[in-house]
Nanobody, 127 residues
């Protein structure tokens, strides 16, 4: 089973930017659809962005469209989440997830489709 490790979180002022990285090991990265999810205190884990195995399909939550960009580097077995124009409501623990069952061009938005998860990285946006 693939192991996932997130990094790049931190404290940033509203309007600022962060880039999250998720490095993987123990699996064949190109076979995984990759997703980013987040969970704020007292709230359920929610979808943020996903990218298909071949990188050609991306999906975003409406709340982050136009501000966040997901990308992947298959040779480096890493997926990224570039976050711009951050808002206080983006504050959450951000999790990387992998889905080994999706078709080549599919990017799922349901957390139940992802079977492997990282431990998360905290993102805090101050107003």
């Amino acid at each position: 089973q693939v192991q996932l490790v997130e990094s790049g979180g931190g404290l940033v002022q509203a309007g600022g930017s962060l880039r999250l990285s998720c490095t993987t090991s123990g699996g064949t990265f190109s076979r995984y659809t990759m997703g980013w999810f987040r969970q704020a205190p007292g709230k359920e884990r929610e979808f943020v962005a996903a990218i298909s195995r071949n990188g050609l399909t991306t999906k975003y939550a409406d709340s982050v469209k136009g501000r966040f960009t997901i990308s992947r580097d298959n040779p480096k077995t890493t997926v990224y989440l570039q976050m711009n124009s951050l808002k206080p409501e983006d504050t959450a623990v951000y999790y990387c997830a992998a889905d080994s069952t999706a078709m080549l061009g599919y990017a799922g938005m349901s957390r139940y489709a992802y079977e492997s998860w990282g431990k998360g990285t905290q993102v805090t946006v101050s107003s």
